[in-house]
């Protein structure tokens, strides 16, 4: 049962990431017809403005302490963060250990310009091309972005912390009843989880519950029907390309410090979030989280070793066995909608 439970946990962060991923190659495809093959760049820029910011705050002057003496006598040169000259060591600390949750207010209006950029420079003009030439188009956009990442960044990856108050791990097996340390969970893992359900949650709320949101889904249903009212359904269709890329960046912000920031990170969570997408449904937004979150605890479980003794090598092809099943069974996906890709 504690193996259960432990497989269940870590399917769920991972499913998060796949989710919030999903959700918005849904919403760019659902509102513009568009398959975005850059959405995993997206991504991946997200962790990157993690990274950006921390080196931001840990730029330093340097010092010379008097006090302090090397080996031969000389006065030590020390290194300071401007954060700390300025706000003072203990606030300045404090804000270099908090540097990755203070990354969304950076990485919100960075993604938001990415997303504006990408879709009025390029992906406006493949509206009406086929599906193949915006694989094509937006894939070639995405290699094009991660050397620019590799460039500036290089190719190994970065390290980069959670703050030291979630840096430790929760026991799980106490709290069920089971022998302790049997059921030990890293409390960033947890708060990703969090993190997902609240970013999750704001965009199906947002679309719900406010006017823009209700005009956007009226659009996704009756785009020719929603110009006719004389609503500039192509602008509002603009700013939730951003917002998808936005929710794209801050899944990767927040995973950061689960898998240290790479150039080529994009691309490994980009295609099984599109298999999410496809068994989901194309199109559902619902089934985009459900698929993620499902495909997550699957693949989770298959990791295990008494799994893998049985069928070596499942944990690496369950997410595509499972999506061909389902194609085969629903070829619309879990919660697809009928006629979408089906032209």
């Given amino acids: 049962m504690d193996a259960i439970l432990l497989q269940i946990l870590n399917g769920l962060d991972k499913g998060s990431a796949y989710a919030l991923i999903a959700l918005g190659l849904t919403l760019i ?10 959405h995993g760049a997206l991504f991946m820029i997200g962790a990157f ?3 950006t910011l921390q080196r931001i705050l840990t730029l330093s002057t340097i010092t ?12 030590l040169k020390v290194k300071t963060p401007y954060v ?7 606030t300045g600390a404090a804000i270099i250990d908090w540097s990755v949750p203070l990354a969304i207010l950076f990485a919100i209006p960075v993604m938001l310009l990415i997303g504006y950029v990408m879709e009025r420079g390029l992906i406006k003009h493949f509206y009406k091309r086929p599906h193949a030439d915006q694989i094509l188009v937006t ?15 290089g190719a190994n990856p970065i390290p980069t912390g959670a703050p030291a108050a979630f840096r430790g791990s929760f026991d799980f097996g106490s709290m069920f009843g089971f022998d302790p340390n049997t059921i030990i969970y890293p409390y960033w893992r947890m708060v990703y989880f969090a993190f997902a359900a609240v970013i999750i949650g704001g965009v199906f709320a947002f679309l719900r519950y406010t006017t823009f949101g209700m005009v956007v889904r009226a659009g996704m249903a009756d785009r ?3 110009e006719l009212l004389g609503i500039n359904i192509d602008r509002r269709f603009t700013i939730m390309f951003g917002v998808a890329a936005a929710v794209a960046g801050l899944a990767g912000v927040m995973y950061a410090p689960i898998n240290s920031p790479n150039y080529h990170m994009g691309m490994d969570f980009l295609v099984l979030s599109f298999v999410v997408v496809v068994v ?15 495909l997550g605890i699957l693949e989770a479980f298959a990791s295990m070793n008494e799994i893998k003794a049985i069928f070596p090598g499942i944990d690496q092809i369950i997410i595509y066995l499972v999506a061909i099943i389902i194609i085969l069974t629903r070829p619309r996906g879990l919660m697809g909608r009928p ?3 089906e032209e």
Avoid: H, R
């Fill in 29 to 38: 495809f659902g509102t513009l017809g568009v398959v975005n093959f850059a």
């Fill in 49 to 51: 403005c993690a990274v």
């Fill in 64 to 75: 010379v302490d008097e006090t302090q003496k090397d080996f031969l006598g000389n006065p």
């Fill in 84 to 90: 700390e000259s300025w706000f003072g060591p203990e």
């Fill in 139 to 153: 894939f070639g956009l995405a290699i094009v972005l991660q050397e620019i990442i590799k460039a500036f960044y």
């Fill in 224 to 226: 020719e029907t929603v």
């Fill in 280 to 294: 989901g449904g194309m199109g559902s937004l619902p089934g985009a989280v459900l698929a993620g979150f499902l």
């Fill in 339 to 341: 006629g979408v890709m």
